[in-house]
């Protein structure tokens, strides 16, 4: 086991990983730009580095100076939570090469999984099911002909990135080439390669991932399913354990697949596996995320299972700490409070000056800020997970809602106004909601502005 591991990351999920290192006997190292100088991962850790200003080029993604910290502070491991540098399979190989453990999966597999032409090229050889689609297109000939071949309307999106970036869905064939050279700007803006390809889009899926866990050893597991849907702008707003949508009979072949997947690409460590589910009950692989999820803390709560935990066990060369099939106990939801605009979205950084969060029994709050932290402009707007526990589903909802009545968050503005508005729609509670609900909750509210 390793001795000491260096958390290459910052906020709430930095936090997470050192309590997780805490509670296995591990020293931890926080990292951190000058912005973040009084940090709650700083102020727990055993040891902090400063690397660099403010923004995340000079700081969190600036692998020189995340590998002197290492080196500095004699950490033999790296964590890099998610975002910034948790899917960059150059930053993976380099703590290698420098002898530093690489708490996550091997670099082959973040990079076959990282572009998402050969991501769906390894999924159909292991016999995922994926929407009609294409290679890279790099002409206006190869636009057009993987159209007619697909069929409108189709989704143009980024072979190097997620999170929306770059997605174009066209319904019209005189719109595919605007569209192409609009995704093609954004992604190279985005990730640096302009490369698109294309799917059959899906009319109002279901977003719907499956966590899935694997050792050295060549044991390959999943632990179910979490319901993705409710998000604006491809960016989740809530998530959910398990799927109200689900069949029985679905969610063993998805599972099925999932773990099927991994074990055909030699993938090891956690990783989350995206599909779309259609209005027939079809599944389609969409991506996978080589890396730990915000949302990971509904899955733990139904399977009672440290995910953290388990990422730094199986970089240790420890088997899996569960040999059973953990199917969910309960119902989990995970609410992401953002210090921003509830009517806009627009980030609101600024001072917390009061600061109230709810409790309870199964009610779990992952989070770095305090009463007196300064929320910086310079990185996301999430500042908190609320994750709520119960028997069943509408007993979840129940103790969202009341979470969500304790919470207060005195000087920036959050988005709690707002997730108030989806736990109590009838949609939602009724589980009736697909990746297009909150764009149909803001169109119902803009409507009743101007009635």
């Known amino acids: 086991m390793f001795k000491k591991v260096l958390v290459a990351n910052r906020g709430e999920i930095a936090l997470r990983i050192i309590r997780a290192c805490k509670e296995m006997g591990l020293e931890s190292v926080a990292v951190h730009s000058t912005a973040d100088a009084d940090a ?128 174009q869905i066209v319904h019209e064939r005189e719109k595919l080439l605007d569209a192409w050279n609009k995704g093609r700007t954004e992604a190279a803006a985005a990730f640096g390669n302009p490369e698109m390809y294309m799917e059959r889009y899906c009319e109002r899926p279901r977003h719907i991932e499956i966590q899935v866990v694997a050792d050295t050893h060549g044991h390959y597991a999943h632990l179910g399913e979490r319901e993705c849907s409710i998000q604006r702008r491809h960016q989740k707003v809530l998530e959910e354990a398990p799927s109200a949508a689900l069949a029985e009979a679905t969610r063993a072949q998805l599972t099925s697949a999932a773990v099927r997947a991994i074990s055909s690409i030699g993938y090891t460590n956690v990783g989350t596996l995206e599909f779309l589910l259609d209005q027939d009950g079809k599944f389609y692989f969409m991506e996978m995320n080589t890396r730990l999820q915000v949302e990971h803390p509904v899955t733990e709560l139904v399977t009672g299972l440290d995910l953290v935990r388990e990422q730094i066990r199986i970089a240790a060369g420890e088997k899996l700490s569960f040999s059973d099939e953990r199917r969910a106990r309960g119902h989990a939801i995970e609410l992401r409070i953002n210090a921003e605009d509830p009517n806009n979205f627009a980030p609101w950084p600024g001072k917390i000056t009061a600061l109230h969060m709810p409790g309870g029994l199964g009610v779990r709050v992952d989070t770095h800020v305090y009463a007196g932290y300064v929320v910086p402009p310079n990185y996301d707007s999430m500042i908190a997970k609320v994750i709520v526990h119960d028997v069943d589903r509408m007993a979840a909802i129940r103790r969202a809602k009341r979470c969500l009545d304790e919470m207060v968050i005195e000087g920036p503005r959050t988005n709690i106004p707002f997730l108030r508005r989806i736990v109590n729609h009838r949609d939602f509670i009724r589980g009736d909601f697909d990746t297009g609900f909150v764009a149909r909750l803001l169109a119902e509210r803009a409507a009743a502005s101007a009635s």
């Not at 902090?48 to 950490?75: D, F, K, M």
């Not at 689609?133 to 636009?143: D, Q, R, V, Y």
Request: aromatic share 4%; charged share 15%.
């Open 40 to 167: 709650l991962h700083v102020k727990f850790a055993d040891q902090a580095v400063c690397i660099g200003p403010p923004p995340s080029r000079g700081s969190y993604l600036n692998v020189p100076q995340i590998i002197s910290a290492a080196e500095v502070t004699g950490a033999d491991a790296i964590h890099p939570g998610y975002g910034f540098l948790s899917e960059n399979a150059e930053f993976a190989e380099v703590c290698i090469k420098c002898g530093l453990n690489w708490i996550g999966p091997p670099p082959a597999a973040m990079r076959l999984m990282g572009d998402k032409i050969s991501a769906r090229a390894a999924m159909n050889a292991a016999g995922v099911p994926t929407l009609p689609g294409s290679t890279g297109i790099h002409s206006e000939e190869e636009l057009l002909a993987a159209a007619d071949r697909i069929g409108l309307p189709i989704i143009l999106k980024a072979s190097a990135g997620g999170g929306g970036r770059g997605m």
